[in-house]
């Protein structure tokens, strides 16, 4: 599975837009890109699932640029409840194992 | 809709015990992933099953095994137990779908094991 590279941690308000940008240099053809989002004690959950160009759903938008090499993760108006762990997954996964590696830790604030 | 069931969800042992955690996942989903998630860590791949058959396998220590059973329920099986053995367990499932690569996991509410 390819390396992925994210920052360790975002700080935002009530309202902004977030934009969470991860980096995989070495993303093979037949791979997808996938974000979770966790909170504290909770299971990780699955947001959003993008291959190329730009894939939205009712919660958050996923721009893939033409390269593949990075990914950007876009949550608008973020709400306090919104204060979780958010990973970025790149592999052609199949019936394979998540392999997470260190996410975002975004804290909004009011 | 239907989620992926854990019991318990919290678990205190003591060292050198054994603990088994439970895992039912979501109906029609065939492939069952447990995963580790220490205190400040990030969630680590342990083992997982497909249609009641041992798929992959990850950092599971050998003192752990497990299985999955007929109905698709899964037990992840602990023995000598020790402090470091301390996390979050989570148990994800996947549906039976022909293996597409979109396909997400699902991940239950955790069991939280306390080993002292």
């Known amino acids: 599975l390819a390396k992925t590279t994210q920052p360790i941690s975002m700080d935002s308000y009530e309202g902004q837009e977030v934009n969470i940008t991860c980096s995989h240099n070495?993303?093979?053809?037949?791979?997808?890109i996938t974000w979770y989002q966790q909170f504290p004690s909770q299971g990780p959950r699955f947001i959003i699932q993008?291959?190329?160009t730009k894939v939205t759903n009712e919660v958050a938008s996923l721009f893939i640029p033409a390269d593949r090499k990075s990914s950007t993760l876009s949550l608008p108006r973020v709400s306090l409840s919104d204060t979780a762990v958010y990973y970025c997954?790149?592999?052609?996964?199949?019936?394979?194992?998540?392999?997470f590696g260190s996410g975002t830790r975004l804290q909004v604030q009011p | 809709a239907a989620g992926v069931i854990q019991s318990p969800r919290h678990l205190i042992k003591e060292k050198r015990e054994t603990a088994t955690l439970k895992c039912y996942p979501i109906?029609?989903?065939?492939?069952v992933y447990w995963y580790q998630q220490g205190p400040g860590q990030d969630p680590q791949f342990l083992i997982s099953?497909?249609?009641?058959?041992?798929?992959d396998k990850g950092s599971i220590p050998d003192r752990f095994s497990a299985q999955q059973f007929s109905d698709y329920h899964s037990e992840l099986n602990m023995s000598s137990l020790e402090l470091g053995d301390s996390a979050l367990y989570f148990c994800?499932?996947?549906?039976?779908?022909?293996?597409?690569?979109?396909?997400?996991?699902?991940f239950g509410p955790g069991t939280r094991l306390t080993v002292l």
């Open positions: 070495n993303i093979a053809t037949n791979d997808y």
């Open positions: 099953f497909y249609e009641k058959m041992q798929s």
């Open positions: 994800a499932s996947r549906s039976r779908s022909g293996g597409r690569t979109t396909d997400t996991q699902y």
């Open positions: 993008g291959y190329k």
């Open positions: 109906p029609r989903h065939d492939t």
């Open positions: 997954l790149v592999g052609n996964t199949g019936r394979r194992a998540l392999t």
